[in-house]
């Protein structure tokens, strides 16, 4: 009996030890509120953000489109293949100029391909909302895409000042997630578009490994809310929410992820 | 009687007071050229109302209209791009009109 117990409380500190490794889909511009219509660099990168650290290979994703007025444009061809530096190593990434059109919310979505992550032995596939608003006509912002994993925002994502609080609720098929886990990064060094590379300057330090990848609950209604203490962009992640849970005969996390932008008040 | 005339003038006030909420909302418009010598105008109020419906006039330099239409189901104007000069003028009412000017207008 006692050495069941011991098995067993093995098990688990094995089991969840691993996945304190966030791995975070970026879909990345740096100005998410913008006047006027106009092109617009977009990187997407499967990286760990708060440390700028290991950067895993991306694979042709299986979708990447944006919504705008309820109309879906699809951006899959225009995805051109980049090699990504973070500060410990370079992996495949990719990356796409889209112009933006009119005014009101450019919902950009991606649903990457699996990734295998050999140290799980798992199957990691988030699916990541970045949301840019033109002449601050909202249109898009709340409305439920209708990806398999998603978080739907209940504050505009690109209109935060510091300070206020982020809310969301996560969904599977549509349907919210009761206390579903959310990790939370905090996108620390600076993305340097034109050297596709992150800064090697991090803008804060975390006094914890804690603080590197907060991890919250969501509500028995699928909702989370979070105070977000600074400027910059923040990435939400509930793992493991989507309906498929295998892929190539191994375990598959469909994760929901979405990044906002926050502003001081200045 | 005089609770009829009340209900009366509480209706004339409601009609008065409703549409103000609307108009009180900052009107806009973005045009862009849309190819093949299209020009398309979006509209909209800041609240994220739609402009379905908003009368939209394309003048020449004298001022005279040379086409004239409503914003469709999505807030949007689509007419072809005018030879010389011209103005879009998006009407949403007395004090809420967006005027754009042709040469604003690019890709």
Redesign the interface.
Known sequence: MKKAVLGLTAFILVATAAPAMAHFQMVYTPESALEKAGPIDLKLVFTHPFEAGHTMKMEKPERFFVVRKGRKKDLLDTLKPIQWTSLTNSAAAYEAEYRLRGMGDNVFCLVPSPYYEAQEDIYIQQMTKMVVNTAGFPTDWDAEVGLPAEIVPLDKPYALWTGNVFRGVVKSNGKPVPNAEIEVEYMNHRPLMAHNAFAQQAAVEAPQDAFVTMTIRADADGKFVFGIPRAGWWGFCALGVGPADEYKEKELSQDAVIWVQARDMK | MFKKKLVIVGVLLLVAIVPTPVLAHTP?C?C?EGGNDTV?C?G?F???SSAAGVAVRVVNEDGKVIVKGKMDD???FVFDKPEGPYKVIFDAGPGHEVEIKGEEIT?
């Open positions: 806009l973005s862009y398309i979006e909209g800041s609240d994220g999505f807030s949007e890709e």
